[in-house]
């Protein structure tokens, strides 16, 4: 059940929602791990189990353990993530647009909303991946992972864009294919609308308004959001 509040924005995922993004996890996650392992970090705390971000919070905690200086910290986390940003890079420039979701992003525009992206990618290379598609000129803010501290699902990715295209929280749709989007919603009082692909788990989308499988864009997700406006 909706909330009655009409909205005014939109804000999307990237990767999954948008585009799909076939970038490289695997060799990605090894990179950092041997990275961190180059400046010491056992072995046992880092897996390819773990999302990069996982592993360089307990890459943090060792360092921090051990005594390591702050600046000393901060220089080998931008060595790990210029080199996933090369990854990124090489991602970005096949990225391939979802089936029908230049029909939404259309629908958006012509009803004067918003658009907005939340991304932990960089913002540069998610502008590459959405030139590549033809989508990048549907959006007035791209927030990635280098333009903010504090990432979804924390609110402060959200209102940071909020503040950026003047709306309140409760006055977006955010749209994403997980559950740190749909978290991210639910935290700043959002609406949510969950993508459904074959990657994501539909348990971890139940907390969304609603759930669009990939095959129901453009046209369910365009009657969902005309029962927002």
């Known amino acids: 059940m909706y909330k009655k509040k009409p909205i005014k924005a939109i804000v999307w995922d990237l990767d999954g929602t948008l585009i799909h993004f076939k970038i490289d996890y695997l060799r990605a996650r090894k990179t950092a791990i041997e990275i961190l392992k180059n400046y010491g970090v056992p072995k046992r705390l880092l897996t390819v189990k773990f999302s990069i971000l996982e592993n360089i919070k307990y890459a943090r905690e060792f360092f921090e353990k051990e005594g390591f200086h702050r600046n000393k910290v901060n220089k080998i986390i931008e060595e790990v993530d210029s080199e996933i940003i090369n990854i990124e890079y090489e991602a970005a420039l096949d990225a391939v647009m979802i089936n029908g979701i230049d029909q939404v992003l259309e629908f958006g525009k012509k009803n004067n909303l918003k658009q907005a992206i939340f991304t932990f990618n960089t913002r540069k290379n ?49 749209i994403g294919d997980t559950i740190r989007d749909i978290e991210a919603a639910i935290n700043v009082g959002a609406y949510s609308i969950a993508i459904q692909t074959k990657l994501a788990k539909v348990e971890n989308l139940q907390r969304a308004d609603k759930i669009i499988k990939e095959n129901e864009i453009p046209k369910k997700f365009i009657d969902e959001i005309k029962k927002l406006l």
């Open 126 to 174: 998610a502008e590459i991946s959405l030139k590549r598609v033809n989508l990048l000129d549907y959006f007035n803010v791209i927030v990635g992972r280098d333009n903010i501290s504090n990432l979804k699902p924390h609110p402060d990715h959200l209102t940071h864009i909020c503040k950026l295209i003047d709306v309140k929280t409760d006055e977006i749709l955010v």
